[in-house]
Every structure is written in structure tokens, then in C-alpha cells.
């Protein structure tokens, strides 16, 4: 098997108690990029930077056709507050998300809830799942023109350039919700306006690992994000490289693609 072909596992196992395994092994999926985000934090008003131990690592695949994609993500936050570790899986046709699951563990990579989205044009089928708890589904509408941001960094660039790219640089952004993991409805699809627009500084050029990538600035406003933001997009590849912003708190935080893999 070359380098440039995995024997892609599309789902390594139900993410609850009660689900089934929707996908098998799949040998004609290709890798396509690997990639690793990782956080700094710092005080108010201060300049000393610290790791988080926070880290994204996200791996996609390519189909048989070239318009399938799928993107596995792995959030490891077992070393922040909440001790959470996050895994993503997303389905793509075209461009168009199809189908989502996530699943949340504690630190001991106990599985504490998960939701599963199969995703139409207009409206979104929810399954919840938590341990213990029969499964729930409802079917949420959803309007016509929308972006999907499930989560994780390595989603936010294209998110973040088709809004700008809206006259008025607003839109309908449907992410799952996060505030509360302990809330029964955690990871259900949350629908929000949130705005994005590119900021007057001048390009810079971005070390990724050994590449040196040229970035654009954008402001990118709703959820946690308000005009104390900076994120830098890739030109090209609409990649986020990097973005720094203040909590509500004062607290600082910055995060950086410090891995980039494209074989």
C-alpha cells in the first residue's frame, strides 16, 4: 500500500452505546492532508505566552470520486479545565457537508455523549446518544444559503472567506454547541448570525512547520469571537493559519497551524 492510499477505517466504533457502525474499511479513500493546531494562553494584559497542551489534529481523505471528502479531527483538551476530548467526522459531496458525527470523552476516553447529523439541503436529522440514555432524534430546518463550522480550526477558514465574501459580510453560521458539556442537548447543531470581513493590514508571509504560507487578516465576529479578533487565512488554500482574540474575560488566547502534511 503506497503512502498516498490508507486502508481508511471510516469509523473505528459506535460512538455510543446503541449506535451502530455506519461505515466499514474503505481501501480506495486517499489521504490528502494531515495537520496540527495547537493553543497559547496568556493573563490580561500580559506578554508572556504559555502552552494550553490543548491540541487539534485533523486528518483528510479523498474519495474514489474527487468530489467526496472526509475530514477526521481529534480535540485533546484533557489537559485544559474541562478534561474533554473531542473526535470529529465529516462527510462531504462536493463541497457540501452530508454527514457529521461527534463524540465527546472525559479523560478517560469514556464516551459521555455523541450526536450524529445526516445533513440535507434545508434541514438537519439529530441523533443524541448519551450512556445510559436512549437515543433522541429530531429534524431541524435549516435556511437555504448556510456555512457548517463543526468546532475545530481546520474547518474555520473556509467559513470565515464565504462570509466575507457576502456584500454585507453576514450570514448563517451552524456550529455545534459546546457552551455546556454537560448539558443533555451538548453538541446539537446551534444556528447563529456571525459576520467576517477583511481587516486593512498587509499580507504576511506564515511559517507552517517548514513552509512559509502567505496569510491574509480577517475580523470574524459571533460565538466566543467579537472585534478583538485577528485571524490570518491562506490566500490560496483558504487554510486559517492563525488567530489570536480576547475572552470576555480579558483572558488572551492564540492559535497556530504548527504542522502541515500534503502528500
Given at each position: 500500500m503506497s503512502s498516498q492510499q490508507s486502508s481508511h477505517l471510516l469509523e473505528e466504533e459506535p460512538l455510543c452505546p446503541g449506535f451502530t457502525s455506519r461505515y466499514r474499511e474503505r481501501p480506495d479513500w486517499t489521504l490528502r492532508e494531515t495537520g496540527t493546531y495547537r493553543y497559547q494562553r496568556a493573563e490580561p494584559h500580559d506578554t508572556a505566552w504559555k502552552e494550553t497542551g490543548i491540541v487539534e489534529r485533523y486528518t483528510a481523505y479523498r474519495g474514489p470520486q474527487d468530489h467526496q471528502e472526509h475530514i477526521r479531527v481529534v480535540r485533546d483538551a484533557r489537559k485544559g479545565p474541562a478534561g474533554l476530548l473531542l473526535r470529529i467526522d465529516a462527510w462531504s459531496e462536493a463541497g457540501a457537508l452530508t454527514h457529521l458525527d461527534l463524540a465527546l470523552s472525559d479523560g478517560d476516553d469514556r464516551v459521555r455523549a455523541s450526536v450524529v447529523c445526516e445533513i440535507a439541503p434545508t434541514s438537519v436529522r439529530v441523533t443524541r446518544a448519551r450512556p445510559g440514555v436512549l437515543p433522541e432524534q429530531e429534524t431541524m430546518p435549516l435556511p437555504g444559503s448556510h456555512h457548517w463550522l463543526p468546532l475545530t480550526r481546520n474547518f474555520l477558514g473556509p467559513v470565515l472567506c464565504g462570509l466575507a465574501s457576502q456584500p454585507d459580510g453576514r450570514g448563517t453560521v451552524v456550529v455545534p454547541d459546546l457552551r455546556d458539556p454537560n448539558a443533555k442537548d451538548t453538541l446539537t447543531p446551534l444556528v447563529q448570525v456571525r459576520e467576517a470581513a477583511p481587516l486593512e493590514l498587509p499580507p504576511q508571509q506564515l511559517a507552517v512547520g517548514e513552509q512559509l504560507l502567505m496569510?491574509?487578516?480577517?475580523?470574524?465576529?459571533?460565538?466566543?469571537?467579537?472585534?478583538?479578533?485577528?485571524?490570518?487565512?491562506?490566500?490560496?488554500?483558504?487554510?486559517?493559519?492563525?488567530?489570536?482574540?480576547?475572552?470576555?474575560?480579558?483572558?488572551?488566547?492564540?492559535?497556530?497551524?504548527?504542522?502541515?502534511?500534503?502528500?
Open positions: 496569510a491574509e487578516a480577517y475580523r470574524f465576529i459571533g460565538g466566543p469571537y467579537d472585534a478583538n479578533s485577528t485571524f490570518w487565512v491562506c490566500a490560496n488554500s483558504q487554510r486559517l493559519l492563525r488567530y489570536g482574540f480576547v475572552a470576555p474575560s480579558g483572558e488572551q488566547w492564540s492559535c497556530a497551524l504548527v504542522e502541515l502534511t500534503t502528500p
